[in-house]
């Protein structure tokens, strides 16, 4: 459901070129906050931890966003050592089998990957990275809100991400008998079922000491 389905590649390699790193390195110390990603997973980029440090986290607030896949223990041990400040993870589902619908990918991988994260950080005493998980909201997962605010408690979250589709033109992508269809999967914030089930969600996140952010734009009051 990521915009570059609707774009052409324009030509782009799947990492920042050297040109554009050399541009901003002489204001890499001078940002309040630095995003370490684009188009695609961070994790990936060869030049990830090269720019990691250019910069200073206890000055800047540095993060980047993950799908959690590539997350070794030694990644995470990496990003743990260089202060990194958060990391942002796509789930989008808080159960094995609405995960591989929407993200087509090993729920069981990530997992393991999110929690042995916030166990390093509990062993080695530290806060840095904060764990942040999120999850775009459609049809198919909807009934997973609350479920997911307990699936961020067992991962040891610090912040939950709620977001929704943006209204954009139609397509459709299939994933074996599961077919996603963006226009029907936009959700109307006005039922008062979904309504419900953001505020327990936000109750019952606020009982476990995460932080909730419902960032639904103009939708969502």
Same mark, same amino acid.
């Given at each position: ?27 890499? =110390? ?34 980047? !966003? ?25 789930? !989008? ?14 729920? !069981? ?6 929690? /042995? ?21 459609? /049809? ?29 033109? !139609?397509?459709?992508? =299939? ?26 969600? =936000?109750?019952?996140? /606020? ?15």
């Amino acid at each position: 459901m990521c915009y570059p389905r609707l774009f052409d590649k324009r030509g782009f390699s799947g990492d920042i070129c050297d040109a554009a790193v050399q541009k901003l390195l002489p204001y890499m =110390r001078g940002f309040k906050t630095i995003s370490l990603h684009g188009v695609g997973e961070p994790l990936l980029g060869k030049k990830l931890l090269a720019l990691l440090d250019k910069t200073d986290p206890d000055k800047t607030w540095v993060q980047f !966003d993950s799908n959690g896949l590539l997350l070794t223990e030694e990644m995470s041990r990496i990003l743990i050592s260089k202060k990194l400040n958060m990391i942002d993870f796509s789930l !989008d589902a808080a159960t094995r089998e609405t995960y591989r619908k929407i993200r087509r990918s090993d729920f !069981d991988l990530v997992i393991g990957n999110i929690k /042995r994260l916030s166990m390093m950080k509990q062993a080695s005493g530290v806060s840095r990275p904060k764990i942040k998980v999120n999850m775009t909201l459609m /049809r198919e997962n909807a009934a997973e809100i609350v479920a997911f605010v307990d699936l961020a408690g067992e991962l040891g979250a610090e912040i939950i991400h709620l977001g929704l589709l943006n209204p954009t033109k !139609d397509y459709e992508v =299939r994933n074996g008998d599961f077919v996603f269809r963006y226009h029907d999967q936009m959700i109307d914030v006005k039922e008062p079922e979904f309504r419900e089930a953001v505020e327990t969600a =936000r109750l019952k996140a /606020r009982s476990r000491g995460i932080e909730f952010v419902a960032e639904f734009s103009g939708y969502y009051q």
